[in-house]
């Protein structure tokens, strides 16, 4: 039992191999809802659906888990309307295993009621207190200027975070005990404890209040969920290391999250921004967490990141990337990204990527797919995210037998 | 061999069973690519892709054929693109057999720039040429009126139809000849000759030339077809009867191109605008018919309106409802229509339609469908169109199975 972390019902992470030259490993979650074998990617399904996917479709591809957003499911349709319907799996009939985030980077991002990349940026209001605002552009940012002042889309305190809902701008509260009541209502295989993302703009002075907020709500986090119904006790709990950029804060952080009792952990923040500094966030934040626990990686999804953070001993990730880039007309390949919207393919009787066994590959020419991504028709982003989900998921299981064959 | 219409590769249409009490029928279609079972329902695949469904999830509900539309596939990608691609059938990866009108409906109906139902106007420009202009909505006759006097989105003449893309304004033309040409290139099991399709609004004289022409254009269209090439040779051509809601125009047609050597036939014009005339129109239109070749109806497709026409001795239809309907969140049971946008459905664990064995009915609730459709997700017309063209399937299924059962 070496490797392995026992839960109540058996165990929560087995370790099946390690690599030599890295921390890179091999292993199997075991969640009520069968099997994640890691290294594993998770389809991000947002509002309880991958955009565009049927679950029958996701299955075809050998996906073996999805992720989707607690902050959406709980503006709509509600987090209790999902528990009336029998929780998540029944409601998106999805039998397999699902992890649901914390909803606290949505809670931040989206209160200014924008969708964006992995970024948010923090400030100070008049107030004092510190509104969070999500930005990939220039105009999120000038909105970001404009309401900065009010202080009312997101606001941070002890007890948790009001916000307004990007839906309709009503008003709701989420703390770690409303978090974990949300999620269990929810019924994910595998929740998050409720943490503050800092954004790559914050200094260390927020970065660190910030971080001791995220580990006093851990704990509050653990405590809730160890309270619950026997519902909860049959979902997994994560905890998430925080610290920004800064070393010693990551190390902190590692230590004070990993030293609890979780049954894995999550590693959060905006790491895009920082290519250069990500390698070393991650080392700092897995430096303290037990080894013989799963590690999640928030939101990273591109081949390079991955392969790098697998060597670092994540063994999940999660990303909202193939399937939009898919949506939107870029296809994924060992070769680079094709821009399926391309008049080169026009008369290209190849598939997007030849060897590919996805159902797009094995059917479609890169000219009939250019044809509906031309033609508006809703079968282009279907084609391609089938493409993108099935090579994000071939990339997962060649890294693992790497990792298991001693070829990593 | 009583109730076969031969062909040079064996029999085009084999009737297996008729009604004593209709002109019902049950039958088999055969064709290059396989049989179709009629009475059939063809789902619209416009351009080369029914929408938001892929050809496996078409399969899967036992559709045996789609029918596809000449004039958008002759836009784009161009009918000599998908004949560099083998043809429709491999560019969309449909191996059963397809359908694919005459282009004549279309580049009347949108030479303008839009979409619409089942309705045109005609109207005379100051030049004496006679536009044909679709029209849905008050909008659409506005731009009508504004672009009659024009004259330069349609014009026809004897050899056949001037017209401007709906796509990007520029000029075009199709006679018969051309429109077997691309047919032949599209390359699908059944194709129809070229024929002008007239308004309800039209009055006798004009809708007396234009079947005429129609007439004169079917000729033409058979001559260009004998004249193909070996692939032609494969392919069913049909004739289209005209003559819209007048009794000796519908019966002249019905025998004028009854008696001409095609493969089946298709009934033309705007029925859904004259509900109480329509039977009429459609028992006048196949009064001349040779009963033992196939009949189909263009553009019909809700339920009254095929088991109406079934027992007139229709075989076949296509038409955009059950699709559009369900991407546009109206569902189709055998209790009437269902908004699945209804809040009603929030908390309703049913699904669509009990005892359906559609792939949404036994995977999804309609609390489901309707939270997918309140997100906007592109899985909730997914789901609700399979659902339709499910039921669409069961519909034709039931009929046949009535047929033969001696229960019609």
Wanted: glycine share 12%.
């Amino acid at each position: 039992m070496e490797h392995e972390s026992d839960s109540h019902w058996g165990y929560v992470f087995k370790i099946l191999k390690k690599s030599k030259k890295s921390q890179a490993r091999a292993g199997v979650i075991s969640t009520p809802h069968g099997l994640i074998h890691t290294p594993a990617f998770y389809p991000v399904g947002t509002k309880a659906t991958v955009k565009g996917i049927t679950p029958a479709q996701l299955n075809d591809m050998g996906i073996e888990a999805v992720l989707c957003n607690t902050y959406h499911l709980f503006l709509r349709p509600g987090d209790k309307v999902v528990k009336k319907f029998g929780g998540l799996h029944k409601f998106m009939n999805w039998p397999k295993p699902i992890i649901t985030d914390s909803g606290g980077f949505q809670v931040f991002s989206l209160g200014l009621g924008m969708e964006h990349g992995c970024s948010k940026i923090i400030g100070k209001n008049q107030a004092g207190n510190r509104p969070a605002v999500a930005s990939t552009d220039a105009k999120a940012l000038a909105d970001k200027k404009a309401m900065a002042g009010e202080g009312k889309f997101a606001r941070i305190t002890e007890d948790g975070v009001y916000f307004r809902s990007f839906l309709d701008g009503s008003k709701h509260f989420i703390g770690p005990e409303e978090s974990m009541k949300i999620q269990e209502n929810l019924g994910a295989d595998i929740i998050f404890a409720f943490d503050e993302c800092t954004s790559p703009y914050s200094d260390h002075e927020y970065t660190k209040e910030a971080m001791e907020r995220t580990h006093r709500w851990a704990v509050r986090s653990l405590k809730a969920f160890r309270r619950g119904s026997s519902v909860v006790g049959r979902q997994l709990l994560f905890g998430i290391v925080q610290g920004g950029e800064f070393k010693d804060l990551r190390l902190e952080s590692s230590k004070f999250i990993g030293a609890m009792d979780f049954d894995g952990f999550g590693i959060g923040g905006a790491f895009g921004k920082f290519k250069k500094n990500a390698k070393n966030e991650l080392d700092w934040s897995v430096e303290h967490l037990p080894e013989n626990k799963p590690k999640h990686l928030l939101g990273i999804g591109s081949v390079e990141d991955i392969v790098e953070a697998v060597r670092r001993g994540i063994d999940t990730f999660d990303c909202v990337t193939p399937t939009r880039l898919g949506r939107n007309g870029t296809a994924l390949t060992e070769k680079g990204n094709l821009n399926m919207k391309s008049g080169k393919f026009a008369l290209d009787k190849k598939p997007i990527e030849k060897g590919c066994g996805c159902y797009t590959c094995a059917n479609f020419t890169r000219g009939y797919v250019r044809h509906l991504f031309q033609s508006g028709e809703m079968l282009a982003g279907i084609l391609t995210t089938i493409h993108n989900l099935y090579f994000m998921e071939k990339l997962m299981k060649k890294i693992r037998k790497d990792i298991l064959e001693n070829r990593f």
